[in-house]
C-alpha cells in the first residue's frame, strides 16, 4: 500500500474537472449483454463523465471490453449478442428506435487494439470518415488538405509525414498507424472516443507517445480507455472503473482508488495478486 | 492375448527392422515426392515443345522428314496469318489461312463473358463471404464448386438445346447459336472459379479493417466497397484473370454454342469461330505434315501464350498479395 502511495502522487487530479464533474457523458442503466447464452455483463450502471479520460479496468474476460463497444453498438456485428437496459449518451438512448447507428458512429468513435489504418493512402484514411458522411462532398481540394493538415497536426504526425500522404498508411510504424487511426476519428468531430487498449501493440516510446497524445484529447473529448496495464491507468486516466465477472465492482477517481481502494477484490486486482 | 503382446526382446527386434527398412525407404520416398514435385514442370515443358516442334515447319519452311534429311515445305505467311480474317485452310485454289476473325471470335465471347461473370462472381463472392451465415453459406459454397464440376460438354448441350431456342424466341434472331448464347455459358462457367478465389480474397482481409470501416459509420455495403474491395484488389484481379483464362481456353461448349463459323463479328447476334474450337474440329482431319497441320498447332502456340501471359499475371499478382500480407 505504501508504494502504491508515493508512485500516485504523480497523477493528482487537476482542479479543472470538478468544475465538469457534474455534466455526463455517458449513462448506462441496469444494462446486461448476453453472447447466446453466456451473460457478460450484469446490470451494469455507470456514469461516465464529460470530458476526462475514464479508464476501463479488470482482469481478461470481465466484460470491459464488452462494455467499450456497447457505447458505439459495434458489438451489433455479431448475430448472437442481446441487450437490456438503457444506454444514454448525451442524454440520447443509444437504443431508442430513431436512433441512426451511423450518427451514433460519427460522435463516438473508437480506436483499435491493433493499429487498423485502412489499406488506402494517408490521406485518404484521415478523410475516409467524412467521405462516408458525405461531410466532404461541398470542400474543395485545399478545405480538404487543411482538413487532413488539422487532424495529423492534432495526433502530433503531421511534420513526420505531410512529404508522403499518398503513401499507404500501412508502410508507416505501429505507433505512427495508431496515431492515425485517433487522427481519422477527428474531422467527425466526435464527442467521445472509446480507446480498446491502444497501447498494447506499441514498443515503450510508442506507448509514451500515444499517452501524451490521448491526454491532450481531455477536455476536449470524452475519451474512455481499456487498459490491462495498471501503471497506465494510473499514469493516464482521470476516473477508474474495476470490473470484475460482468460487474462494476468500483468506480472512483484514479488516485482514490489506487490509493483507497473500497473493495478488497479492488485492492487485490491494482496490486497485481491476481489478473 | 499373451500370444499377441510380444515380449520385450522380439518388440526390439522388430522395431530395429522396421527402422531398418525406414532407413532404406527413406531415400527412396524422398526422390519420389522430388519427382512429383518435378513432373508438372517437366509435363509442361514437354507438350510446350511438342506444340512449338510440331508448329515450327509453317513458320522455317524446314521439315525433317526422318533420317537427319530435311525438306523444304510451304512457308506460312505470317502477315496474312495475324491479319487475315480468311480461314480456308482446304481450298483447292489457294489455301488462306488467316486467324484474326478466329482471334476475334474467341476475344468477343471471352469479353462478353466475362461483362456477366465478373459481377456475377464478385457479387457472389461478397455474398457468401459477407452476408450469408451459418448453414447457407456452406450450401453456397458446395453447389458454386458443384457448377465447377459440370462437364463442358453438358454446358455445351445446354447451350445447343436450351439456351438456341430461347435466344431465338427472344431476339427473333433466325438462329441462336452465336457470341450471346456462347458468352452466357462460358459465364456460368467461368462463375465458379470467380467466386472461389476472390471469396478467398475476400476473407483474407483482415477483420480488423471490417471494424475500422463500421466504426467510422460505413453501413454493410459501403463497408464492402470501401473497405473490402480495396485491401482485397489484388485478389479479386487474380480471380478474374483465371475467369479469363478459363474463357480462352474452353473448347467444347464454344464449340457447340458458336455456331462455329468464320465471321468478323459485328455483333452479339452473330456467329462466330473460336481460335481452341477450331483446332478441335480440324485437327483430325488435317492431313500430317500438312501446312493446314502445322498452323493448326501455330494456332495452339498463340493460345498457350495467351494462357501462360494472363497465368502469370494473376500468380504474380496473387504472389503481391502475399508479400504485403506479410509486412
Known amino acids: 500500500m505504501s508504494t502504491i502511495a508515493t508512485e500516485s502522487s504523480t497523477t493528482q487530479y487537476p482542479p479543472v474537472e470538478i468544475s465538469l464533474a457534474d455534466e455526463l457523458s455517458i449513462q448506462t442503466r441496469g444494462l446486461n449483454l448476453w453472447y447466446g447464452d453466456f ?62 447507428v451511423r450518427q451514433l458512429r460519427r460522435s463516438v468513435g473508437m480506436v483499435f487494439q491493433r493499429p487498423n489504418p485502412l489499406p488506402i493512402s494517408i490521406f485518404d484514411n484521415v478523410l475516409f470518415g467524412m467521405g462516408l458522411h458525405d461531410a ?11 482538413v487532413v493538415e488539422m487532424a495529423l497536426r492534432e495526433v502530433d504526425l503531421w511534420n513526420t509525414v505531410k512529404d508522403r500522404l499518398k503513401a499507404r498508411a500501412t508502410t508507416l510504424t505501429l505507433e505512427q498507424q495508431q496515431k492515425l487511426c ?61 470490473m470484475l465477472l460482468g ?18 477484490k479492488t485492492e487485490m486486482y491494482i496490486q497485481g495478486r491476481y489478473g | 492375448m499373451s500370444e499377441t503382446t510380444p515380449t520385450v526382446d522380439s518388440d526390439f527386434s522388430l522395431r530395429r527392422g522396421i527402422q531398418k527398412v525406414v532407413d532404406f525407404m527413406e531415400p527412396a520416398i524422398v526422390g519420389l515426392i522430388y519427382l512429383c514435385g518435378w513432373s508438372a514442370i517437366i509435363f509442361v515443358m514437354a507438350i510446350f515443345f511438342f506444340v512449338f516442334k510440331e508448329s515450327l515447319p509453317a513458320i522455317t519452311g524446314i521439315e525433317e522428314i526422318g533420317g537427319g534429311v530435311d525438306a523444304e515445305v510451304e512457308k506460312l505467311d505470317l502477315v496474312e496469318f495475324t491479319t487475315s480474317p480468311k480461314w480456308i485452310p482446304e481450298s483447292a485454289k489457294k489455301p488462306t489461312f488467316g486467324i ?27 455474398y457468401v463471404s459477407e452476408f450469408a451465415k451459418g448453414k447457407s453459406r456452406e450450401i453456397l459454397k458446395v453447389l458454386i ?42 459465364a456460368l462457367m467461368s462463375v465458379p472459379i470467380i467466386v472461389s478465389v476472390s471469396e478467398d480474397a475476400l476473407r483474407a482481409v483482415p477483420d480488423s479493417f471490417r471494424e475500422a470501416g463500421i466504426a ?98 494473376a500468380d504474380l499478382i496473387v504472389k503481391g498479395i502475399k508479400v504485403q500480407g506479410n509486412e
Open chain 1, 39 to 100: 451473460q457478460a455483463l450484469m446490470d451494469v450502471s455507470v456514469n461516465i463523465k464529460k470530458g476526462i479520460i475514464t479508464g476501463l479496468i479488470g482482469p481478461s474476460g470481465c466484460g470491459k471490453t464488452t462494455l467499450l463497444r456497447c457505447f458505439n453498438r459495434i458489438n451489433e456485428r455479431y448475430g448472437n449478442v442481446r441487450t437490456t437496459g438503457d444506454i444514454e449518451i448525451l442524454d440520447k438512448n443509444i437504443y431508442d428506435s430513431d436512433v441512426s
Open chain 2, 100 to 126: 484474326l476473325a478466329l482471334m476475334l471470335g474467341t476475344l468477343s465471347v471471352t469479353v462478353l463473358s466475362m461483362v456477366i461473370a465478373v459481377p456475377l462472381g464478385l457479387g457472389a463472392a461478397v
Open chain 1, 182 to 242: 485517433i487522427a481519422r476519428l477527428l474531422p467527425l468531430k466526435p464527442d467521445i472516443i472509446l480507446m480498446d487498449e491502444p497501447c498494447s501493440a506499441l514498443d515503450a516510446e510508442g506507448i509514451e507517445k500515444v499517452e501524451n497524445l490521448i491526454e491532450s484529447l481531455r477536455d476536449e473529448y470524452t475519451v474512455v480507455i481499456v487498459t490491462h496495464n495498471m501503471a497506465q491507468a494510473r499514469r493516464a486516466t482521470d476516473e477508474c472503473i474495476f
Open chain 2, 216 to 313: 467510422l459509420g460505413a453501413n454493410r455495403w459501403e463497408m464492402v466497397y470501401k473497405v473490402l474491395f480495396p485491401a482485397a484488389k489484388n485478389g479479386l484481379l487474380a480471380a478474374v484473370l483465371l475467369g479469363i483464362g478459363r474463357g480462352i481456353g474452353e473448347t467444347m461448349a464454344v464449340l457447340m454454342c458458336t455456331g462455329h463459323s468464320v465471321n468478323m463479328p459485328t455483333s452479339i447476334f452473330d456467329p462466330v469461330r473460336t481460335l481452341t474450337a477450331t483446332i478441335a474440329a480440324e485437327l483430325g482431319e488435317a492431313v500430317r505434315g500438312d501446312m493446314h497441320y502445322h498452323t493448326l498447332f501455330l494456332i495452339g502456340v498463340v493460345l498457350f501464350v495467351f494462357a501462360f501471359v494472363i497465368n502469370l499475371t
Open chain 1, 136 to 146: 466532404h462532398k461541398s470542400l474543395s481540394r485545399s478545405e480538404r488538405a487543411d
Open chain 2, 145 to 186: 464448386e458443384l457448377l465447377a464440376a459440370i462437364p463442358s460438354v453438358v454446358w455445351g448441350f445446354i447451350g445447343l438445346v436450351v439456351m438456341n431456342p430461347m435466344i431465338v424466341d427472344v431476339t427473333g434472331e433466325p438462329v441462336g447459336l452465336n457470341i450471346l448464347n456462347a458468352g452466357i455459358v462460358l
Open chain 1, 247 to 264: 460487474e462494476i465492482i468500483e468506480h472512483s477517481k484514479t488516485s482514490e482508488m489506487f490509493l483507497n481502494p473500497q473493495h478488497e
